[in-house]
T-cell receptor, first 115, second 114 residues
Framework: KAGVTQTPRYLIKTRGQQVTLSCSPI?????VSWYQQTPGQGLQFLFE???????NKGNFPGRFSGRQFSNSRSEMNVSTLELGDSALYLC??????????????FGPGTRLLVL | AQTVTQSQPEMSVQEAETVTLSCTYD???????LFWYKQPPSRQMILVIR??????QNATENRFSVNFQKAAKSFSLKISDSQLGDAAMYFC???????????FGTGTSLTVIP
């Protein structure tokens, strides 16, 4: 099976702009989670989508939003970019069949630089 | 909310030696899963090992093993016979048995010295 893919891999934006990141989960996986990774902060959970519905949401401002399509692909949008939004954004998918086999598989990430 | 703490920002180990990375977590739940993920420089994060809280036996995957102490809420990772390819950032993670949200620690950067 192909792994989790994220596009674009690198992105440079300026303050005030908006950006959309895309994530394609592993085939058959229905849950997609998004994380922001910055040095010293580790991974901060943004939100999780399952069957096109947001099930969990982290402690991020409303500028961060997402959605999931019927094919489980997910997009994340950040509006009115700030310098502090510069980070590696990771997407992870899981199948949610339950049980001890459940885990998250990560994509390579999108590195966003806000100037 | 659950919290995961990795108190060692950086660790180093000589090649072929053993190193232990520490992780503690805080939760009021009795059923959950714990994970160690590895993120090599500029590469994808991958799962190293997983532990179910209801299992008393410590998980083992080849050279990687954990010391899970549920009462102490401790979940350390032991890497035996360290190899150069083990150099990476290691993240400890917690997941509730009733939800799919993962909580990650801030990571430990492991350097392997030849």
């Amino acid at each position: 099976k192909a792994g989790v893919t994220q596009t674009p891999r690198y992105l440079i934006k300026t303050r005030g702009q908006q950006v959309t990141l895309s994530c394609s989960p592993i085939s058959g996986h229905r849950s997609v989670s998004w994380y922001q990774q910055t040095p010293g902060q580790g991974l901060q959970f943004l939100f999780e989508y399952f069957s096109e519905t947001q099930r969990n949401k982290g402690n991020f401002p409303g500028r961060f939003s997402g959605r999931q399509f019927s094919n489980s692909r997910s997009e994340m949008n950040v509006s009115t970019l700030e310098l502090g939004d510069s980070a590696l954004y990771l997407c992870a998918s899981s199948s949610l069949t339950g049980g001890p086999t459940e885990t998250q598989y990560f994509g390579p990430g999108t590195r966003l630089l806000v100037l | 909310a659950q919290t995961v703490t990795q108190s060692q920002p950086e660790m180093s180990v000589q090649e072929a030696e053993t190193v232990t990375l520490s992780c503690t977590y805080d939760t009021s739940e009795s059923d959950y899963y714990l994970f160690w993920y590895k993120q090599p420089p500029s590469r994808q994060m991958i799962l190293v090992i997983r532990q179910e809280a209801y299992k008393q036996q410590n998980a083992t995957e080849n050279r990687f093993s954990v010391n899970f102490q549920k009462a102490a809420k401790s979940f350390s990772l032991k890497i035996s016979d360290s190899q150069l390819g083990d150099a990476a950032m290691y993240f400890c993670a917690y997941r509730s048995a009733t939800g799919n949200q993962f909580y990650f620690g801030t990571g430990t950067s492991l350097t392997v010295i030849p």
